[in-house]
């Protein structure tokens, strides 16, 4: 456990830090309350009004979120791959080309369906 210790005090200490930042701000802090200050911000335009319900977003939005997660994804573990890809051999090789297959099958068929045109 005395391993842990000087990770453990360190989390505790940003845990810390964050906490006091925010709540020192909010005692701190100008309390000057105004209509401007308090509406979005949409990049100088005067903001489009939301129905109650908060509005929905088009899909298009989700499927490309999910689009960047499978592809950060992959990214993600094709860097050690490439770490270690001498001490892995023919093995390493065949299990990369198999699971970049299986991302690009992915892909083709996200293409094929229309889901990276931007209408």
């Known amino acids: 456990m005395e391993l842990y210790t000087p990770v453990l005090a360190l989390a505790l200490l940003a845990a810390l830090f964050a906490v ?3 709540a020192m701000s909010a005692v701190v802090g100008p309390k000057r309350y105004n209509r401007a200050r308090l509406d979005s911000y949409e990049c100088g335009i005067e903001p489009t009004p939301q129905p109650v319900g908060g509005g929905r977003f088009p899909v298009k939005y989700y499927i490309t ?3 960047f997660i499978i592809f950060d994804i992959e990214i993600i573990f094709l860097y050690p791959w490439a770490v270690h890809f001498d001490a892995m051999e023919l093995f390493g090789l065949v299990e990369m080309v198999v699971f970049i297959a299986t991302v ?4 083709a068929y996200v293409w094929r369906r ?3 045109e931007w209408d």
């Open 104 to 107: 690009f099958v992915a892909y």
């Open 20 to 22: 006091g930042s925010v």
């Open 114 to 116: 229309g889901g990276l």
């Open 65 to 67: 979120a999910m689009l």
